[in-house]
Structures are given as C-alpha cells and as structure tokens.
C-alpha cells in the first residue's frame, strides 16, 4: 500500500461552508485522518445546492460533497457541556483543529485555543475568520463579494467604462482555506523542534491583500491607482479575447516576436509597416483599429485553427472555455484531473481532483461523509464509548 505523506495525523474539523472545509479537505487529500464534526441535525453546506435531480438532500448537496471528501463523518452537539467535553476528550488526540466560528464562540464554548493546548500541548489550531480576531472589522459580517471589494481586486476587474466586476463562486473562501492549510503545516514543521504547537490565524481579508503583487507595487513605486482595464493589457497589444466562428479565443501576445509571428501567420505582416501597429507598444495606443484589421481572419477561422496554429507558431492562444469545455479539456483528462466517485445516495459523479502531483506521496480523493455515518467508529474507537452510551448520547440529541 502507497504511503501517503500526511500519514498519522489527526484533523479534527469544526468548520462549516467553504474555507475550513477546503482546508481539511486538503489534509484528507494528502493520508491525515480528518474527522469532520458537525451539528446533529449537518452543518449549513448541506443544505446549499445544486442536488441531484434538482431534489434537496442534505445527504447529497455538491457543495457539501466536494469540500468534504475523504473526511470521517461525526455528529456532536456542542451547545451542551457533555458535547464540549468529548470535543475536548477528542482534542487530547489531535494534532490539528480548524474551524471558522464567529469570533469568541470558540471561548463561549470552553474551546479556546490556548485552553486546548493546556490539555495537548502539541496540538494545531486554525481559526479562519473574515478580517481576524483584532481591528476594527473584527466582528464585522462578509461574503465572497464583501471580500473581493474591500481586498481590492473587485475594482481592477472590469470593463473601463463600468462599475468593477467579482469574479465567480468562493475565491476568497478557498484562499482562506489554502493559506490556513499552508500555515498548518508550517506550524506542523515547527513542531518537530520545539514539540508544542501554536495557534494559526487566517483573515480572509489579509488573504485577498496579499495576492495583489503588481497593483500594490506599482502604487508603492509610482502612486499610480490601478484602474480597469477589461480584458486589455496597458502596454502590449494584442492581448485580449476576441470572438472567432465558432466561440471565443484568447491571444495574448506579449513580445515583439511572437507579435511579427502572428501577424505573418495570418497573412497581414503589411500592418508593420504602418505606423499605428508597427510594435506591440504603439499597437496597445491603436487597438480598436488594429482589432478591426485583424478581425475578417479571426472570423473566418475555428478555435481549433486559431489556437494550434498560433501555439504552432509560438504565439501564446488559448480556448476561452466553459465549464463543458473545461471537462472534455483533453490536458486536464490526460493528466487525470477529473475522477470520479460513487457515493451512496448522491449517485457516481465527475469530480476536479487536486492540483499536486507527488511521486512518491500522491493525494487519494474519496467520497464524502454521510452524517454522522463514522460516529461509533470514532467516539467508540478512540474515546472506548460503549454501544449503551453511544444510544444514550444519540437519545439525548447529543450525538
């Protein structure tokens, strides 16, 4: 059996939604045992469609399904002291805890991170908030959209003309969860020296800040606003999206070769010698002119055409694709990106994979969780429940 390089250690997951469910499902990925531990009645991601035949089942939600795989499903009621008091018998064990409760639930429970570590001096743990525990936005409320706006990507994104543009889905919820996974096993490997653990901090908002790279440079370098631009780039031309006959292409010609390449390859290296496209530079200063040159060939020609013969010609293009074309994607099938999982009420579906590839370690996707399904292997297992007692804390809404 292949060794998985997480091997031995012990998440325990307290998040709901996106970003600390991201985060442990990528310690489960990679061979930790992740126990995910919810309400009894399923933590709110089940309840988020789409569903299976448009039919809602807390069982079968895809938002649930893809941010839980390869998790140990358990159900605790941590609202009654007994609850927090096996929450605290399973911490003695761990090696890790995420969860993403407002700010000082987790010490209105009796769950604070500095108390756990009193009881296992070497455990890890997560907290993913929005903005933090400390400053002025600490208690404040956010979504994916109050994220994307007040960590500034929201207004560099969009057509010049009009209001700024979120991208699609839970960005910033999954940079949250990739950086509290990071931060994770850097405390992980801290560990190793000094034996104790420490607590990780993530806010959602330092996470969109810190991916701005050019935009905060600049504005540091030259006090220079970045505004936006669309689907253009300020100093080269052609680099945009441009419809062709059957669908939409992306060029993105960046250096002054590939731009004379792309030109002689469809047929109009006479534009070199008119002043206004001779560079890829003045050619940025004229490109709804240049865009019209060029526009009868693009239209007459595929995506197929367009892309592998400008690829062919080392001029960068590529497939403006859907989410259709991004599943027959003939590289992401190639490399095994999609597998698929049969769970057992939500059916066999295609599901994205992981972006690592490992030699000796790989990561293993499995399917989500049931409810509750690892309760006696798990409460039984590792803290010697009795079936009486496992019956008594389900009678009492415990379990």
Not at 334 to 339: H, K, L, T, V, Y
């Amino acid at each position: 059996m292949t060794r998985t390089a997480l091997d031995g250690l012990l998440v325990l997951d307290l998040s709901q939604f996106v970003a600390g469910a991201y985060c442990g499902k990528l310690f489960a990925a990679f061979g930790a045992e992740v126990i995910k531990v919810e309400p009894p009645e399923g933590e709110g991601a089940r309840h988020e469609g789409p569903f299976p035949g448009s039919q809602p089942d807390p069982e079968a939600s895809a938002l649930f399904l893809y941010l839980n795989t390869g998790k140990k499903g358990t159900t605790l009621n941590l609202k009654v002291p007994e609850g927090v008091e096996i929450l605290r018998q399973l911490a003695r064990q761990a090696d890790v805890l995420i969860e993403n409760f407002a700010r000082g639930e987790m010490a209105r429970l009796g769950l604070d991170p500095q108390d756990l570590r009193a009881l296992n001096p070497r455990l890890v743990t997560v907290s993913i908030s929005n903005f933090g525990e400390t400053g002025p936005y600490r208690d404040y409320k956010a979504d994916s959209m109050v994220e994307q706006a007040l960590g500034g990507y929201m207004y560099v994104n969009g057509h010049p003309q009009r209001e700024p543009l979120a991208m699609g889905g839970h960005q910033p919820e999954y940079q949250g969860g990739l950086h509290g996974y990071s931060g994770a096993l850097v405390a992980l490997l801290a560990r190793e020296s000094s034996g104790r653990g420490q607590h990780v901090e993530i806010s959602i908002h330092e996470c969109m800040a810190s991916i701005h790279q050019f935009t905060v440079n600049r504005y540091v370098y030259t006090g220079r606003v970045q505004k936006r631009i669309g689907n253009r780039y300020q100093r080269a031309h052609p680099i945009t999206i441009y419809p062709c006959k059957d669908g939409l292409v992306s060029i993105a010609v960046s250096m002054q070769d590939q731009y004379e390449r792309f030109l002689r390859l469809i047929g109009r290296a006479d534009l070199l010698a008119d002043a206004r496209f001779a560079t890829i530079s003045v050619c940025s200063e004229n490109d709804a002119a240049f865009d019209g040159e060029i526009r009868p060939w693009l239209m007459e020609h595929t995506r197929d055409e367009i892309v592998y013969s400008c690829q062919k010609n080392r001029a960068p293009a590529a497939f403006v694709n859907d989410v259709g074309q991004i599943m027959d994607d003939p590289q992401l099938r190639a490399r095994g990106f999609w597998q698929e999982l049969s769970h057992p009420v939500a059916g066999t579906w295609p599901v994205a994979g992981l972006p690592f590839h490992m030699s000796r370690t790989p990561p293993a996707v499995r399917r989500a969780c049931l409810l509750g399904e690892h309760n006696r292997e798990v409460f039984a297992g590792r803290l010697g429940f009795g079936e009486a007692r496992l019956a008594d804390l389900k009678a009492r809404g415990i379990l």
